[in-house]
């Protein structure tokens, strides 16, 4: 239910605010022509009234409307008047009204109705370009959205139960759509900031919480392929017609507040970074995710520790890209994730080293890994992921994978490496019921005694274990070039053994 309206909002506003810049010429009836079919195309309803006065065609009495899936309700958007009027340059400019209404009603239980208020400020739109390859340009001061109204039951629900804002400002998008066996779409966009103030409260009990943040330096640029006629209700169909999408939203700082009471309890965050971006991609062969912030820093304070924590980094980041169609043949896949310059506060520090015994140094955790996999099921088709749920087995298997950085550095010392595995999935049995790997890894440890000595002062490691911990360093690497560093380049053959240094060691 939630995912098909904010589907239905997302398309409104793409009708209505889309950004898409200059061919040969189009007139007022292919503007309203395409915007016609994208909107019907996609499952909505469009009514209003035509009527044509020399080089403008006005549309009065708007309404694009749509009905929730599983009849569990519906939404619709509507405009007093929306003009095209040609300029006489092959350009035409679109007049849109400064307030638009977004209705809804869903009945999933109770019958939840209401509306949202978008408004714009002095928006400016001209299209340009021929019928099949129009480009949009959009611009508007600032764009307002909120929460106008919302019932249950028929009953009002006060705004301090529930309210949200969201206001962009200096907003320029430009949009190119090409049409022929479907639409294929690159954008633009930019926007000066992006803030938003958002609360609930539980009428019944003191639970309560309110978000509010702000984006600066706001950029977007993505392309995207919608078939001409599409069933959004069946994902799976709509990437086999060749729906598509990949997309980057960057940002040059932000920062967030968030307050939340439930069940006698409270929590405060407070949030910021200098910068950072997210891309989301999609096909119907693939699905990548990535993320990234600068710099980013909280500060925290619940009632179970009524003292402040603040935790800083350097960089924080994620990404994965990943197949999720079956196939026979072996597909490509990465994985990544970044904690660069960890730094804790004090007080956590003070709880597992009152005595300040361990360094203090920004902690890393860097992991970058690619790979091959074959999947035996698409991962994205609801009756095999129900099947896989059943039977416990698994979507497919990884046949290679390759450590192309490895650091994890804490507390004065450091792992490094890199390294290379196939994996043989027929030979479960040589190490355990995973299966047996075959290749080398590179590996340097920086501290590594140092930190014994320190874990016996503290007493966390006696004496008796941190000879053992030695030995095994021993056997497994060679003295680096530098005092209490070491090196190590680990081998698995073909036949299961394990070398350490060129010494056999399984």
Known sequence: MSYSFMRGCSVALLGVFAARGALAGVTAEDVWSEWRDYLTGIGYEVSGTETMSGGTLTV???????????????????????AFSENGDGTVSVILPESLPVRFRVTDGEEVTGEISISQSRPEMVVSGDPGDMTYSYATAKMDMSLASLSVDGAPVPEDVMRFDISIADVKTESRVLIGKARTYSQTMSAGS???????????????????????????????????????????ALLGAGFGFDGTFSYAES???????G???????????????????????????????????????????????????????????????????????????TLAELILPDVLWGIFDPGGTLPRDPASLIVDIAGKVQLFQDLLDPEAAMMME????????????????????????????????????????????????????KLRVEGANALIDRLIQM??????????????????????????????????????????NGQRIK
């Open 263 to 337: 069940d006698g309890e409270e929590f405060s965050y407070a949030g910021s970074s200098k910068g950072g971006s997210l891309r989301v991609a999609m096909d119907a062969g693939r699905a990548a995710y990535e993320m990234s912030q600068k710099a980013p820093s909280v500060n925290m304070l619940s009632s179970e520790f009524p003292v402040p924590i603040t935790i800083s980094l350097a960089e924080l980041g994620f990404s994965l890209d990943m197949p999720v169609v079956k196939s026979e043949a072996e597909q490509p896949f990465s994985f990544g994730v």
């Open 194 to 236: 992006v803030s938003y103030d958002m609360a609930f409260r539980d009428p019944q009990s003191e639970d309560a919480g309110s978000f509010r943040g702000n984006l600066k330096g706001v950029t977007f640029e993505g392309t995207g392929k919608l078939p001409l006629t599409m069933d959004s209700d069946d994902f799976q």
């Open 459 to 500: 007493g966390i490691v006696s004496d008796e274990d941190a000879m053992g911990a030695r030995m095994m360093l021993g056997m497994l690497t060679v003295p680096g070039e530098a005092p209490d560093t070491m090196n190590s380049t680990i081998e698995i053959n073909e036949q299961g053994q394990i070398f350490a």
């Open 60 to 82: 009065s009495d708007l309404v694009l409307s749509m009905t929730v899936p599983d009849d569990a309700g519906e939404m619709s958007l509507t405009a007093p008047k929306v």
């Open 255 to 261: 920062s967030s507040e968030v307050a939340a009471r």
């Open 390 to 441: 059943k039977t416990g087995t698994p979507p497919g298997q990884v046949t290679a994978v390759s450590i192309r950085r490895l650091l994890v550095s804490a507390v004065g010392a450091k792992l490094s490496g890199t390294g290379d595995f196939t994996l043989d999935n027929s030979d479960l049995k040589s190490f355990g019921g995973m299966p047996r790997p075959a290749g080398a890894a």
